[in-house]
């Protein structure tokens, strides 16, 4: 299996954990519950990534 290379992009669609806990300034144990919560989780095999929108949207409606 080939290592994942990691490409800088400005607005990215779908981040990993460790992207998501670190937009969100809180643990993975943290981001990982919103990023379900949200319905965002997106699994492509044993890769998990959580797409930015969702969490985005998710927050607004938590905001009202």
């Known amino acids: 299996m080939n290592k994942t290379k990691i490409r800088a992009t ?3 669609i779908a981040v ?3 992207g998501l ?3 969100l ?3 993975r144990a943290t981001a990982r519950k919103i990023g379900e919560q949200a ?3 997106i699994v492509i095999g044993r890769r998990v ?3 930015i929108e969702k969490v985005k ?3 607004l ?4």
Do not use: F, H, R, V
């Open 10 to 12: 400005e607005q990215p």
């Open 16 to 18: 990993d954990i460790e």
């Open 21 to 23: 806990s670190a937009m």
């Open 25 to 27: 300034s809180c643990g």
């Open 39 to 41: 319905g965002a989780k």
């Open 49 to 51: 990534l959580y797409s």
């Open 57 to 59: 949207k998710y927050l």
């Open 61 to 64: 409606y938590l905001e009202e």
